[in-house]
């Protein structure tokens, strides 16, 4: 194995959804980087991977991002995870390969390992036209949340974000004023034991969720007006 960042997509739940080429890159790396080392223990274990990891996360200093160059530097072999999904996409990953491009260019090679993604997962059972669609991440907590879902309410293209069970009710009471009754799908655990679908306006999902526990991860896809 040549010295590499590779990034890695890891499941989003159901630990059988890996790739073998992940499997096998994660086995030949020198170090795993990695968000929550108990998270990413679970997935090695479950494949019976042992290798040095090390964790990166959005709050990791500066002097890690340094010593995780330094590592490249000296020819090591180096595999990113995230807690799930693809690294970069609404997670740290994307920081780490703009330093080692700022630093390397095309001396480092960085290579993708493609696999599981929320988004994708729930775009492609949503039934909304997908041709082109708007990923949106998380909306803001606060300063900027109102303009996000006038925003998406104005956009052409089938919508997905992210969103958290502390704030998901409070996303759908938004896109009820919003978006009115254009048909949105939110999508539970996907891939999980409690893998759920909801169909319908945002003030119907919103009902059916309250009926159910709010608990879990959550994609809300929304369909364009036409
Ligand atoms: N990098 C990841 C990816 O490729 O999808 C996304 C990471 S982001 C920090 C985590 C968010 O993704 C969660 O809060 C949730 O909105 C969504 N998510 C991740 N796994 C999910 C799942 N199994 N079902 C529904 N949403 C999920």
Known sequence: ?????????TPIGNLEDITLRAIETLKEADVILCEDTRVTKKLLARYAIQKPIQSYHQHSKLSKTEH???MLEEGKS?????DAGTPGISDPGGMLVEAVVARFGDEVKIVPIPGANAAL?????????ADAFRFLGFPPH?????????????MEETAVFYESKH???????????????????VARELTKQFETLYRGTAEECLARLRADKILGEFVIVVRTVA
């Open 167 to 185: 704030r998901i009710e409070k996303a759908l009471e938004e896109l009820v004023k919003n978006i009115g009754v254009r048909p949105i799908m």
């Open 121 to 129: 997962a729930a775009l492609s059972v949503s039934g909304f036209p």
């Open 142 to 154: 606060k300063k900027g949340r109102k303009t996000f879902f006038e925003k998406l309410a104005g």
């Open 68 to 70: 995780i160059l330094g």
């Open 1 to 9: 194995m040549s010295k590499a960042l590779y990034i890695v997509a």
């Open 78 to 82: 180096i595999a990113l995870v995230s």
